[in-house]
């Protein structure tokens, strides 16, 4: 065989590796990624909506739940995916997200009648929810495309999602200048473009072992800190001597570069690989050294592992209350029965939903505590750029502690919660200049608890089913904002509100929003919300325990084996393939094609 000659033939070659290659695919998730974020921004815009609609805190701190709600609730994203290609959860993904935020838009700047409120939770619900799509299109078929490298992974895309509210808001700056309202129309078009471009990208691949795998996710990772410590500059620069509209421009175009940067990483990565091909085209002598040991050693990997496949798949509702070992690849109603899957959901609950009643509610508790109004902008990028560190620090750190010592992420997860308490006691005690500490910490925690939750749901469940068990840890996240932002944070501010009014003895007129001053408005729910966290802590400790044989054993060897098996087979001639892989195979294709 020869290899293609150079020109215009081994051209096309090469950019075909590279457009349909694994890191071209990891390349285009980072960008959906750095643009489905937009929920995070709330605190923005919440101002315009409350002014626009005239609604007290308790009605908007209504509609951040069903942000939330629609952020996290993407089983129905999970259940699809299950059956559909990934691209198609992404096109779903993209009409929502313009849709919901469209309409927002249309009703914050009076280009229709006001809806009613049950029609504006709707409208947010339906946007917010298309993040679960992108989630679930982009970032769950890169954990299954890169089993061994999870945590790296979900470390390193979750971390775009954090950085995507400062990077929305430098583009946001630089295109409409102070105009909050825009921004609202912004996060509408914007991701759904981006999901659109890469349709065709995003899609499951074979798993293979690649030995430098960790060194080229590396790589991405420092230009996504690049990309961080650049937008924390720009902040800062920002916040001591103010951004002219052209100063934006500049700043947002440094912001698309580095974007952008990390396909020289592909284009250097697959070009690599493409010429190892075309060496091992020129050189198929090492290649056909097969013996009959590694294919019976194929055929037994193949022949466990339709076994396992016949127990597992005998009768779901049957084995619900039986689930097989941790690892394994649990069954829906498997996971969703077990007391690891409560456990950790009501950590989560209480961990997520503490740090986003203080992420929701920036804008407001800045106007009570005297911050002025720029300042609310800086808090919003100082949240985002503090999530990204905190997503890519629990996910990277975490993975390598878990390789290197077997340090469980459970006990990671149990220090982030403890952490997170020291920001909501600066905003309960209103310590001076405290509000911008505190968007550090929240921040950071915020982040960091999801690239955990997911890990840790990934690994004792299996990934299987990980589509929709990624969506249903997702849920933990507005139940914990119903609680603690609506219940506890949205009524205490309208009861100490009220009071105040009262005491100036000013009658609210009808549609006229309840507006509280001082560290009163938010004290006593950020102290209910430390000892809710103080519950979470404990109520982790408890899987710390239960899981701590589980980590300290080889928890990624049957992913190693599976990858082994992959190349054995492609490794192999077909004349040399045993009967049973051949068998196998067949079977493979025909339910590929029925799927």
Request: glycine share 8%.
């Given at each position: 065989?020869?290899?293609?000659?150079?020109?215009?033939?081994?051209?096309?070659?090469?950019?075909?590796?590279?457009?349909?290659?694994?890191?071209?695919?990891?390349?285009?998730?980072?960008?959906?990624?750095?643009?489905?974020?937009?929920?995070?921004?709330?605190?923005?815009?919440?101002?315009?909506?409350?002014?626009?609609?005239?609604?007290?805190?308790?009605?908007?701190?209504?509609?951040?739940?069903?942000?939330?709600?629609?952020?996290?609730?993407?089983?129905?994203?999970?259940?699809?995916?299950?059956?559909?290609?990934?691209?198609?959860?992404?096109?779903?993904?993209?009409?929502?997200?313009?849709?919901?935020?469209?309409?927002?838009?249309?009703?914050?700047?009076?280009?229709?009648?006001?809806?009613?409120?049950?029609?504006?939770?709707?409208?947010?619900?339906?946007?917010?929810?298309?993040?679960?799509?992108?989630?679930?299109?982009?970032?769950?078929?890169?954990?299954?495309?890169?089993?061994?490298?999870?945590?790296?992974?979900?470390?390193?895309?979750?971390?775009?999602?954090?950085?995507?509210?400062?990077?929305?808001?430098?583009?946001?700056?630089?295109?409409?200048?102070?105009?909050?309202?825009?921004?609202?129309?912004?996060?509408?078009?914007?991701?759904?473009?981006?999901?659109?471009?890469?349709?065709?990208?995003?899609?499951?691949?074979?798993?293979?072992?690649?030995?430098?795998?960790?060194?080229?996710?590396?790589?991405?990772?420092?230009?996504?800190?690049?990309?961080?410590?650049?937008?924390?500059?720009?902040?800062?620069?920002?916040?001591?001597?103010?951004?002219?509209?052209?100063?934006?421009?500049?700043?947002?175009?440094?912001?698309?570069?580095?974007?952008?940067?990390?396909?020289?990483?592909?284009?250097?990565?697959?070009?690599?690989?493409?010429?190892?091909?075309?060496?091992?085209?020129?050189?198929?002598?090492?290649?056909?050294?097969?013996?009959?040991?590694?294919?019976?050693?194929?055929?037994?990997?193949?022949?466990?592992?339709?076994?396992?496949?016949?127990?597992?798949?005998?009768?779901?509702?049957?084995?619900?209350?039986?689930?097989?070992?941790?690892?394994?690849?649990?069954?829906?109603?498997?996971?969703?029965?077990?007391?690891?899957?409560?456990?950790?959901?009501?950590?989560?609950?209480?961990?997520?939903?503490?740090?986003?009643?203080?992420?929701?509610?920036?804008?407001?508790?800045?106007?009570s505590l005297g911050y002025p109004k720029r300042s609310v902008s800086t808090f919003v990028s100082l949240v985002s750029i503090w999530n990204y560190f905190g997503r890519v620090v629990s996910g990277v750190v975490s993975e390598i502690f878990l390789i290197k010592y077997k340090f469980p992420r459970p006990i990671m997860l149990t220090m982030i919660l403890l952490f997170s308490c020291a920001g909501h006691l600066l905003i309960a005690f209103n310590v001076?200049?405290?509000?911008?500490?505190?968007?550090?910490?929240?921040?950071?925690?915020?982040?960091?608890?999801?690239?955990?939750?997911?890990?840790?749901?990934?690994?004792?469940?299996?990934?299987?089913?990980?589509?929709?068990?990624?969506?249903?840890?997702?849920?933990?996240?507005?139940?914990?904002?119903?609680?603690?932002?609506?219940?506890?944070?949205?009524?205490?501010?309208?009861?100490?509100?009220?009071?105040?009014?009262?005491?100036?003895?000013?009658?609210?007129?009808?549609?006229?929003?309840?507006?509280?001053?001082?560290?009163?408005?938010?004290?006593?729910?950020?102290?209910?919300?430390?000892?809710?966290?103080?519950?979470?802590?404990?109520?982790?400790?408890?899987?710390?325990?239960?899981?701590?044989?589980?980590?300290?054993?080889?928890?990624?060897?049957?992913?190693?084996?599976?990858?082994?098996?992959?190349?054995?087979?492609?490794?192999?001639?077909?004349?040399?393939?045993?009967?049973?892989?051949?068998?196998?195979?067949?079977?493979?294709?025909?339910?590929?094609?029925?799927?």
């Open positions: 065989m020869v290899a293609a000659s150079p020109g215009g033939g081994s051209m096309k070659s090469l950019t075909i590796q590279i457009l349909t290659g694994r890191w071209f695919m990891f390349f285009g998730s980072l960008l959906i990624m750095s643009a489905a974020g937009a929920t995070y921004m709330f605190s923005l815009y919440s101002g315009d909506i409350k002014d626009a609609l005239h609604y007290d805190q308790t009605t908007l701190n209504l509609l951040s739940f069903f942000k939330d709600l629609g952020a996290n609730v993407g089983v129905l994203a999970g259940l699809i995916n299950e059956v559909t290609p990934p691209w198609f959860v992404l096109l779903i993904g993209g009409i929502l997200n313009f849709f919901g935020y469209f309409m927002i838009w249309l009703a914050v700047t009076e280009r229709i009648s006001k809806p009613k409120v049950w029609q504006m939770c709707l409208y947010i619900c339906v946007g917010a929810n298309s993040q679960s799509f992108a989630n679930t299109g982009s970032l769950v078929t890169c954990v299954k495309n890169f089993p061994e490298s999870r945590g790296v992974v979900l470390g390193i895309l979750k971390g775009y999602v954090g950085l995507s509210g400062a990077i929305i808001t430098q583009l946001f700056h630089a295109f409409y200048g102070d105009d909050t309202k825009s921004v609202i129309l912004m996060i509408g078009w914007l991701p759904a473009a981006i999901s659109f471009a890469f349709l065709r990208t995003i899609r499951i691949m074979k798993v293979v072992r690649q030995t430098n795998e960790l060194k080229v996710f590396y790589n991405f990772l420092y230009i996504s800190l690049g990309l961080a410590t650049f937008l924390m500059i720009a902040i800062i620069t920002d916040k001591l001597t103010g951004f002219t509209r052209s100063e934006f421009g500049g700043s947002a175009a440094v912001v698309i570069i580095l974007l952008l940067l990390p396909i020289i990483v592909v284009v250097l990565e697959e070009r690599k690989l493409w010429t190892d091909k075309q060496v091992a085209l020129n050189n198929p002598a090492p290649i056909n050294i097969v013996t009959e040991k590694p294919n019976l050693e194929l055929a037994e990997v193949k022949e466990s592992k339709k076994e396992e496949d016949k127990v597992k798949t005998a009768s779901c509702w049957t084995t619900m209350f039986s689930p097989p070992e941790r690892g394994d690849d649990y069954t829906i109603l498997q996971a969703l029965f077990s007391v690891d899957m409560l456990i950790l959901f009501l950590a989560t609950i209480c961990g997520v939903g503490g740090t986003l009643t203080a992420i929701d509610n920036l804008r407001q508790i800045g106007d001076p200049g405290g509000l911008y500490v505190a968007s550090v910490i929240i921040g950071f925690c915020f982040g960091a608890q999801w690239p955990l939750l997911f890990a840790i749901i990934s690994e004792i469940f299996g990934l299987k089913y990980y589509s929709t068990l990624y969506n249903f840890g997702s849920v933990a996240s507005p139940i914990g904002s119903y609680l603690l932002n609506v219940q506890v944070a949205g009524y205490l501010y309208d009861k100490e509100a009220m009071k105040q009014n009262n005491a100036l003895g000013t009658l609210r007129k009808s549609g006229q929003d309840l507006s509280c001053v001082g560290t009163s408005c938010f004290k006593l729910s950020f102290i209910i919300i430390t000892a809710v966290t103080l519950f979470g802590v404990l109520v982790s400790m408890i899987l710390v325990i239960r899981t701590n044989k589980f980590y300290k054993s080889d928890i990624y060897k049957k992913f190693r084996e599976k990858a082994l098996a992959n190349e054995m087979e492609m490794a192999a001639p077909a004349p040399a393939r045993s009967a049973v892989v051949a068998e196998e195979e067949k079977k493979d294709d025909d339910k590929g094609k029925r799927k």
